[in-house]
């Protein structure tokens, strides 16, 4: 029997130094809030999603980096991606996607704890 039968998604718990901005962080690239309290906020983004959770170590958080794998990453870019991101959020400002040495276009966004997302798309 293999290992994923049965398996509906993974999903990573990522940390937040300020709870309540990275709700509203989260919510500008699209993501929908599903269960919140005051330790955890399950979020989505089409099939997949994260847990939000309401904890910040600055170690972990400045080196944990999430993939984000959409069908066409400069569509989803100019969609979600809103201009004034890096000023709203005081965070780092986005990357654009390029293509990279190891073969995938990736565009990278910085949330407000320093976590770092590669957004990109399988390749052809």
């Not at 990275?22 to 005051?38: I, K, N, T």
């Not at 983004?45 to 958080?61: D, V």
């Not at 400002?93 to 957004?119: E, N």
Request: proline residues 6%; contains cysteine.
């Amino acid at each position: 029997m293999s290992a994923a039968k049965g398996v509906l998604g993974v999903r990573a718990f990522i940390p937040a130094r300020d709870f309540a901005l990275s709700q509203r962080f989260y919510a500008a690239l699209g993501f929908e809030a599903g269960h919140v309290d005051a330790q955890v906020a399950v979020l989505t983004l089409g099939e997949s999603g994260i847990i939000l959770q309401n904890y910040y170590e600055k170690a972990f958080a400045e080196n944990c980096m999430v993939q984000l794998m959409v069908e066409d990453v400069d569509d989803w870019w100019a969609r979600a991606v809103p201009p004034g991101l890096a000023a709203e959020f005081d965070v780092q400002h986005p990357k654009p996607p390029v293509m990279q040495s190891w073969g995938l276009k990736v565009g990278f966004i910085w949330d407000p704890s320093g976590v770092l997302w590669h957004v990109t798309q399988r390749p052809a």
